[in-house]
């Protein structure tokens, strides 16, 4: 047996493991600083079922405010100059879903709510565009802008974001009304990555209110690539989750990813 002095010096030399997955589905939350949901009585969920099914990041950050600049951020790895919540925009730069579509993979974005696939409009009842970047992208087809009513299994794309409506993802509602919907919507999509070794984020768009004034929000992983009940205190933000994706499927960065760092340390 290895003393442990030498078992520590080789485990401090053995490679970082990287970012792996088939399949990526990332489900966007609204306004919530770090400590109104990671520890809080108020999301019984998050805190005593899914950290324990998957990694929690304890350092991980949006990139400004409010929350349209964010999901541009997280989509496309720039704001492009953008801060205010403005509907519609319109651009043509790279972004996760071209980059998809380039290596011969698929890109769904899913929203609830939203009246329609296609669908342009800036606002329908609880669905709002500032949420859902894609459709500002002219590379991104109408047919991957899909309406989300329950997790789809076999239809699922390569990447999926999920974006509930402005009750389900805490905007409007409560965070523990937000942690219902998490209950019941995310346990199909990780018996599906179980399955299909499917990676799961669940991240908020930016700290509201700000309390540490760092814009300090939680952000989870799950998935059988993850090491259950393991954390990490790495800085990441926005760009860092899109350069994770970026790196699971060997696409190029753009813009601010090529400056981030992908999340390590909860890998199996």
């Given at each position: 047996m290895l003393p442990a002095l030498a078992l520590a010096s080789l485990l401090a030399e053995a490679p970082a493991v990287a970012p792996h997955a088939s399949y990526v589905?990332?489900?966007?939350?609204?306004?919530?600083?770090?400590?109104?949901?990671a520890g809080s009585a108020q999301a019984p969920y998050f805190n005593r079922t899914l950290l324990r099914q998957g990694a929690l990041l304890r350092n991980?950050?949006?990139?400004?405010?409010?929350?349209?600049?964010?999901?541009?951020?997280?989509?496309?790895?720039?704001?492009?100059g953008v801060s205010s919540d403005a509907c519609p925009l319109r651009f043509t730069s790279p972004n996760l879903g071209s980059e998809l579509i380039a290596a011969g993979k698929t890109f769904a974005g899913w929203s609830e709510s939203m009246p329609s696939t296609g669908f342009t409009g800036c606002y329908a009842g609880g669905y709002a565009r500032k949420h859902v970047p894609w459709?500002?992208?002219?590379?991104?087809p109408a047919a991957d802008n899909r309406v989300y009513t329950g997790w789809p299994g076999s239809a699922a794309a390569t990447v999926n974001f999920v974006i509930p409506n402005l009750c389900d993802d805490m905007h409007d509602c409560s965070t523990r009304h937000g942690d219902e919907w998490l209950s019941k919507n995310l346990?199909?999509?990780?018996?599906?990555?179980?399955?299909?070794?499917?990676?799961?984020?669940?991240?908020?768009?930016?700290?509201?209110?700000?309390?540490?004034?760092?814009?300090?929000?939680?952000t989870a992983l799950v998935g059988p690539m993850i090491r259950p009940g393991s954390s990490s205190v790495q800085n990441v933000d926005h760009y860092g989750v899109l350069r994770t994706i970026q790196d699971v499927f060997g696409l190029p960065c753009v813009a601010e990813t090529c400056r981030a760092a992908a999340i390590t340390g909860v890998w199996q």
């Open positions: 589905t990332v489900v966007m939350m609204e306004n919530r600083d770090y400590d109104l949901v991980s950050h949006a990139v400004t405010h409010p929350s349209e600049p964010n999901y541009l951020a997280i989509f496309s790895g720039s704001t492009h459709v500002n992208f002219t590379d991104v346990p199909a999509i990780i018996a599906w990555d179980d399955a299909n070794d499917g990676l799961l984020v669940v991240t908020w768009d930016e700290a509201d209110p700000d309390n540490s004034g760092r814009n300090h929000i939680p």
